[in-house]
């Protein structure tokens, strides 16, 4: 009924190295895992910074700029002052 010494050492290094075999499957799977949250981390920032750049163009987009004015106007309002040059 009892094992040999011998088979008994056996059965135990077969018990121990199934174990680190298991173990080293499930590390891989955490890594996995940590990376699989970077990922959605990473996803989450690049979302707001979209997110970010569409309320400052809607929050700009009543703005104007030198290169939205009339051309014209600025050019009279340059003309103005020699015109009334005394000499």
Do not use: Y
């Not at 174990?19 to 699989?36: H, L, M, P, W, Y």
């Not at 920032?45 to 004015?69: C, D, I, P, Y």
Request: aromatic share 8%; proline share 3%; hydrophobic share 40%.
């Amino acid at each position: 009924m009892f094992l040999p010494q011998r088979s008994l050492h056996m059965v135990t290094l077969l018990a121990i190295l199934s174990f680190t075999f298991f173990a080293a499957c499930q590390d891989t799977g955490n890594k996995r895992a940590v990376t699989e949250h970077q990922l959605m981390h990473d996803k989450g920032r690049e979302f707001q910074g979209l997110k970010r750049l569409m309320w400052l163009h809607n929050a700009l987009g009543s703005v104007h700029t030198a290169s939205s004015r009339d051309v014209s106007l600025s050019n009279a309002m340059w003309d103005s002052p020699k015109s009334q040059d005394p000499s």
